[in-house]
């Protein structure tokens, strides 16, 4: 099999031929049909989060769905043929503790097997596993549900998505995104309103503000721009530091809460909106042989929506 292979931070990645991967007890090998690329790849090559990976040179690609073609001892629920994403659990996904999605076959342990819904492509399974249960549990954290008003910030692929599921959980959602082009998207999925600085959120006294961003500056607004007593959900990790104003923070008596990844149960929701046809995912998709330019665009911050290689 090829795969894109992360040798080094600043090194770019490498196309390698390896030996098709066995699966051991538990797992599944599966026939990659497509991969979404992160912001998270970014992160990993420039050094801010590689400590997440669990070994190097590795495989990235950790938003992963495709379909079985070899199940391993005490495998019994599962079988040849089936559809299915990967949702990685926390540091435990593929692209982190093992060889990934930019590999033409991965392995998979059953325990974080979803069935792909019939009608839903793998494209949007890809999504899903990651962008997707990502932003369910930071929407979780927030305790989103219906009559609260929420702030999304950051409409990359993680803050659309997070948008139309707050929507979907009967949330008041409204974002705040530098680029304008992102907003008709946004208001397509139903926001109520978008601005273009997170200190402009204050003026629809949110209870929840989620920061997708993390750019430092947008951790910091949010704390500005939340109802006293409100909850900052951190997602995004842009920067490595924000400074914050302490003062505001205590005087206000805001949550700060950080979020990373979901739980099997997230992913489980989200398929099933897929599945419903209330949620979907919006994909550039990309083909295998572009996943290193497609992590450049992301670097540069010129994609929409979630890059999805499609094999």
Not at 43 to 69: D, Q, S
Request: proline share 4%; net charge negative; with cysteine.
């Amino acid at each position: 099999m090829k795969g894109w292979q992360f040798t080094g931070v600043d090194e770019p990645l490498t196309l390698v031929k390896k030996s098709d991967p066995v699966a051991g007890p538990d797992q599944v090998v599966i026939d990659v049909k497509a991969a979404g690329l992160c912001h998270s790849d970014v992160g990993f090559l420039e050094g801010t989060i590689t400590w997440m990976l669990a070994k190097t040179p590795i495989i990235l690609g950790h938003e992963v769905a495709g379909i079985i073609t070899a199940v391993g001892p005490n495998v019994t629920e599962w079988k040849i043929g089936d559809r299915v994403g990967v949702a990685g659990l926390g540091l435990d996904a593929p692209g982190m503790t093992d060889d990934g999605g930019f590999g033409e076959k991965a392995i998979a342990p059953v325990a974080q097997l979803i069935h792909i819904p019939d009608g839903v492509s793998y494209a949007q399974a890809a999504a899903a596993t990651d962008a997707g249960q990502t932003t369910r549990k930071a929407l979780r954290r927030g305790g989103v549900e219906r009559g609260k008003k929420v702030g999304i910030v950051g409409l990359g692929g993680l803050g659309l998505s997070a948008a139309r599921i707050a929507v979907l959980l009967g949330a008041e959602v409204y974002a705040a995104e530098p680029n304008e082009a992102v907003w008709p998207l946004a208001l397509e999925r139903g926001v109520n309103a978008c601005v273009a600085d997170v200190l402009e959120l204050e003026q629809f006294g949110l209870d929840i503000i989620v920061d997708f961003a993390g750019f430092g500056t947008t951790t910091a607004g949010a704390i500005q721009a939340i109802n006293p007593g409100g909850r900052v959900v951190q997602v995004g990790m842009g920067r490595t530091e924000a400074t914050i104003n302490t003062t505001t923070l205590v005087s206000k008596q805001i949550e700060l809460v950080g979020s990373l990844g979901g739980s099997l149960e997230d992913a489980e929701d989200v398929f099933r909106l897929l599945g419903e046809g209330g949620l979907e995912f919006l994909v550039s998709p990309i083909t295998f042989e572009q996943i290193p330019d497609g992590i450049e665009t992301l670097r540069a911050g010129g994609a929409q929506g979630r890059l999805v290689a499609l094999y």
